[in-house]
């Protein structure tokens, strides 16, 4: 157990901004978390446990306890039949080099998903999902590790509340529970159409039609890497808010006043707006904000990037300007994706 004390949060997020931590700890294995957790608690410390960043914004105040980065490892295929293939992945691995494992054992169902900055064990958090498929279409099980009762548990995904980008480790149970692994059931089907409408277009324009995992895998990350920008390289946590889930009624209501406006059903009564457009069209693509460094990709609006900001409080400025003027044209409440932390 290697504790650090003072540690730049900013290196913790993939936006690069916030404060100091007073401790840091990496697990690497369930005891090792088990250990973790009860030096903390020993001391009466506060804990949080985290993946690579790409889904935080760190407070410029910082965490006054201890941040524990899961780095708990693991890839394996534990059960097999006919048609499906049952993996165990730990917690801490990469969520795409996991994708490009099940994908080179010719394992279909996370292919759509490749790409995505984090990992495993962040995924399950906020159900990540892309080109019309997310992870609680896959994943049969969760292994966490429960800090109120100190023991190792498996939650099935029937438990686990998940919702669009949501799930109980991200509401009622925040903070309770630290994912050790997921256990996922692949098919060793193929992936078949309908796809995604990007997806399809890209498809259909390299003339692919043998839709073999690997060859969906190669269309997401072709498609993804020519909208979003790369995070090694600049400083951004993928989508910024997430898209709005409104009444068909108010749907219709702008849609009138803005017929190009872009929206799909999503359940009963309710359509799920792109908040790219929301962004786009209240004037913020490809903005450079001069008052905060802040600036908005020129491909895909919804991506806030950090191109000089000082602090967290200058992309929590320019995140509300953008806010404001969505609101005062469209009336919508733009909603934070990245969780803000502490
Ligand atoms: N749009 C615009 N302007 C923009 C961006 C988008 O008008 O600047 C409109 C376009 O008309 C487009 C529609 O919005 O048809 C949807 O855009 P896109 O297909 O790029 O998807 P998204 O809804 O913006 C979501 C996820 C992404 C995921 C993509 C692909 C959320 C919040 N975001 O984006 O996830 O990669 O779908 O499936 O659900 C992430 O969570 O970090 C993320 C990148």
């Not at 889904?55 to 941040?67: S, T």
């Not at 708990?72 to 494992?101: Q, R």
């Not at 898209?243 to 190009?260: A, G, M, T, V």
Request: charged share 25%; hydrophobic share 40%.
């Amino acid at each position: 157990m290697n504790i650090r004390e003072d540690v730049s949060l900013a290196t913790h997020s993939t936006m690069r901004l916030g404060g100091k931590a007073r401790y840091l700890a990496e697990a690497g294995s369930d005891t090792e978390l088990q250990e973790i957790v009860n030096w903390a608690k020993e001391r009466q410390l506060k804990f949080i446990i985290i993946g690579q960043g790409s889904n935080i914004v760190w407070r410029d105040e910082g965490f006054d306890g201890l941040v524990i980065v899961n780095n708990i490892p693991g890839k394996e295929i534990v059960a097999e039949d006919e048609t499906s293939a049952t993996v165990i992945l730990g917690g801490g691995e990469n969520w795409d080099e996991a994708v490009a494992w099940a994908v080179s054992k010719d394992l279909s169902g996370i292919e759509f998903l490749s790409l995505i900055p984090g990992t495993v064990g962040a995924a399950p958090v906020q159900n990540i999902g892309a080109y019309g498929a997310e992870l609680a279409d896959t994943l049969k099980e969760v292994g966490v590790y429960d800090t109120q009762n100190d023991c190792f548990e498996s939650i099935l995904n029937e438990s686990c509340k998940f919702s669009y980008r949501s799930s109980r480790f991200k509401s009622s149970d925040k903070g309770r529970y630290m994912i050790t692994h997921v256990v996922l059931r692949l098919n060793k089907s193929r992936p078949a159409p309908p796809f995604y409408d990007a997806l399809q277009a890209y498809l259909d324009e390299h003339g692919v039609t043998d839709f073999t995992p690997a060859n969906i895998r190669e269309a997401v990350i072709a498609i993804r890497s020519s909208k979003l920008p790369d995070w090694r390289t600049v400083a951004n946590n993928g989508s910024f808010f997430t898209n709005p889930i409104i009444s068909q009624s108010r749907f219709d209501e702008l849609k009138s006043q803005h017929p190009d406006i872009k929206g799909w059903p999503a359940g009963k009564g309710k359509v799920k707006i792109a908040a790219g457009w929301l962004v786009e069209n209240a004037g913020f693509k490809g903005v450079h904000d001069e008052d905060t460094g802040m600036a908005t990709w020129e491909k895909q609006a919804l991506v806030l990037v950090n191109e000089h900001a000082r602090s967290t409080a200058d992309l929590l400025a320019f995140r509300q300007k953008i806010i404001f003027k969505v609101d005062e044209l469209f009336g919508v409440v733009l909603e934070q994706e990245p969780e803000l932390l502490p």
